[in-house]
């Protein structure tokens, strides 16, 4: 049977970019979907995009370091004193009021790697090293050691991941494939000449009935106005450095002056403190 299946990852909340992706799938007649981790933050989806990786039958779901990054302020993980940490744990407030205990839950058992077999070849799937979902020891211009720590275990024919927010093929020591199909919802280039391409990215692996894989990058338009409409009804925290992020491709996660100050005017320091008092105060609740 001939697989043709959808890679993708870091929607980061993007959920206008998943809708024109999961259309354009459509067209493509795809198969199967894989998804690489980081689905939600800092973008106004939330439990809709569960929902909408549930209508298409995705099949694989590993969990990125965002996902990890809700859990740690859920079970009360985080430095008040760290700007970033407060942005991240207001964002995961954001999350928590739009999620089900049984929907954090359930991202809470996704695993950090897969190893899936079609037509005879082996394929490794993780949101950056199989054991290791945060780090920057793939990006692009790292050392051909670092990649080849993606069969580090499996011996993989094929080794997926995704975490570095470029499209990217090349392969092991050994000849192995390695694939990035990009991001979603925050593609990202060091290079001020790319920026202004916000496509959605995704990659469709076609393997035939001998095992014979092919790789195709996609780059999807879509209604950025459309998705910052949706965010400011929905009144995400931190909407001005959202809006910023999808119309110049700056990212402000670890700009601790600039998060110190939006804090400040926010009174989001506060909010959050709040916000971890009263997780604290459930879980000597469940547990007394």
Not at 253 to 263: F, M, P, S, Y
Request: a negative charge.
């Amino acid at each position: 049977m001939n697989h043709r299946i959808a890679l993708f990852a870091d929607v980061h909340g993007n959920i206008t970019a998943l809708k024109a992706v999961f259309q354009d799938t459509i067209c493509e007649k795809v198969t199967d979907y894989w998804f690489l981790g980081d689905l939600i933050m800092p973008g106004p989806g939330s439990a809709d995009l569960l929902d909408l990786l549930k209508k298409v039958n995705t099949s694989v779901y590993v969990r990125g370091n965002w996902e990890d990054c809700l859990l740690e302020v859920l079970d009360g993980a985080i430095d008040i004193a760290d700007p970033s940490d407060v942005y991240i744990s207001k964002l995961a407030e954001y999350q928590s009021e739009h999620l089900t205990s049984s929907k954090i839950e359930w991202i809470r058992k996704r695993p950090l790697s897969v190893v899936k077999e079609i037509n005879g070849l082996k394929i490794s799937i993780s949101h950056n090293l199989p054991d290791k979902n945060h780090g920057d020891e793939l990006i692009p211009y790292q050392s051909q050691a670092s990649f080849d720590r993606l069969f580090s275990g499996n011996q993989s024919d094929i080794a997926v991941y995704a975490h570095v927010h470029h499209q990217m093929l090349r392969y092991s020591s050994e000849d192995q494939l390695i694939i990035n199909p990009g991001s979603v919802g925050q593609p990202f280039s060091e290079r001020e000449k790319f920026r202004a391409d916000m496509r959605a990215q995704y990659a469709i692996l076609d393997i035939d009935d001998q095992g014979v894989p092919q790789i195709a990058f996609k780059k999807v338009g879509y209604d950025i106005a459309e998705e910052l409409q949706e965010a400011k009804r929905r009144e995400i925290p931190y909407f001005e450095l959202y809006k910023e992020l999808l119309e110049t491709d700056l990212i402000h996660t670890h700009d601790k002056a600039l998060l110190r100050e939006v804090n400040r005017q926010h009174g989001y320091v506060e909010e959050v403190t709040e916000f971890l008092r009263k997780i604290e105060a459930e879980k000597a609740l469940r547990h007394s």
